[in-house]
């Protein structure tokens, strides 16, 4: 059987940016992903324009909230393989120690929560969409089976420069 590799994703609020990238890892993970998401201080909702804009792209929402990060810094919580921060915020935040030592990257997205008016958001938020599908393609196409911590590492952090 096929290793299923655990995924957390991280900004913030955990509105926008890193339940994007939850939706697209498990969707082009195709089940050899399982991704969550999770911020340092969530909002405690998802931003009506990102459930808006996923389910444009025929992506399933249900289940899509905003949560902690210490949710799976307890006892149960997934082993995870690999922990992205996707917002600036974040990654200058001390983080909690997550169990199994995860692989860590920081891919920083624009923040599109909070451009104004609608329609420029609704833009924000294709693009953002746009540059985590394709930095997660560009990491799910890594032979990282085959890769030594350190050379995944600079994978994953030369990935986070991908603007397009």
């Known amino acids: 059987m096929e290793k299923i590799y655990n995924v957390l994703v991280i900004c913030t609020g955990n509105s926008a940016r890193s339940i994007l990238g939850e939706s697209l890892f498990n969707v082009l993970g195709k089940g050899k992903f399982k991704a969550f998401s999770a911020g340092s201080n969530p909002s405690g909702t998802v931003n ?10 025929g992506i399933a929402t249900d289940g899509l909230r905003s949560k902690s990060w210490d949710e799976f810094s307890q006892r149960g919580a997934p082993d995870f393989d690999f922990v992205f921060t996707v917002c600036d915020n974040a990654a200058g935040e001390v983080c909690p120690v997550w169990p199994g030592h995860p692989v860590t990257a920081h891919w920083g997205i624009a923040d599109p929560a909070h451009v104004e008016p ?3 958001k609704r833009q924000a938020f294709r693009k953002a ?3 985590l599908a394709r930095r997660i393609q560009l990491f ?3 032979p990282f089976e085959k890769l ?3 050379a995944l590492t600079h994978q994953l ?3 986070g420069k991908v603007q397009d």
């Not at 009506?48 to 792209?57: C, R």
């Open 118 to 120: 609608l329609e420029a």
């Open 129 to 131: 969409y746009t540059q």
């Open 48 to 57: 009506p324009v990102a459930l808006e804009l996923l389910k444009e792209m």
């Open 140 to 142: 799910m196409d890594l």
């Open 148 to 150: 030594d911590r350190l």
């Open 157 to 159: 952090n030369e990935i």
